[in-house]
Nanobody, 115 residues
Framework: QVQLVESGGGLVQAGGSLRLSCAAS????????IGWYRQTPDKGRELVAR???????VYSPSVKGRFTISRDDAWLTLYLQMSSLTPEDTAVYFC?????????WGQGTQVTVSS
């Protein structure tokens, strides 16, 4: 059983920074991509950033230059460093592991940016 647990969300003022973490456990084989998504009632769930199996990085245009995705060497911990946050970044953030056996999601962590 694969489990993903996010942490690091919270309330921050506009212009501030937060670092999200996602710890993966269980039988994780054949990773295709790992990444962060966010969800709001208005926009639904959207990609924030992801790391491809070959190591390439993909960012949403809305966060490029402000957010940095990274991982540990074992591909079991995923990070999202968020800087220059704006109220439009307010959302529930989910980590995602896409593998040859299926797709896994964390429970989500709330990020709220006040103006």
């Amino acid at each position: 059983q694969v489990q993903l647990v996010e942490s690091g969300g919270g309330l921050v003022q506009a212009g501030g920074s937060l670092r999200l973490s996602c710890a993966a456990s269980g039988n994780i084989l054949g990773i295709r991509t790992i990444g962060w998504y966010r969800q709001t009632p208005d926009k639904g769930r959207e990609l924030v950033a992801r790391i491809l199996g070959g190591g390439g990085l993909v960012y949403s245009p809305s966060v490029k230059g402000r957010f940095t995705i990274s991982r540990d060497d074992a591909w079991l911990t995923l990070y999202l460093q968020m800087s220059s946050l704006t109220p439009e970044d307010t959302a529930v953030y989910f980590c995602n592991f896409a593998t040859i056996r299926g797709e896994y999601w964390g429970q989500g962590t709330q990020v709220t940016v006040s103006s």
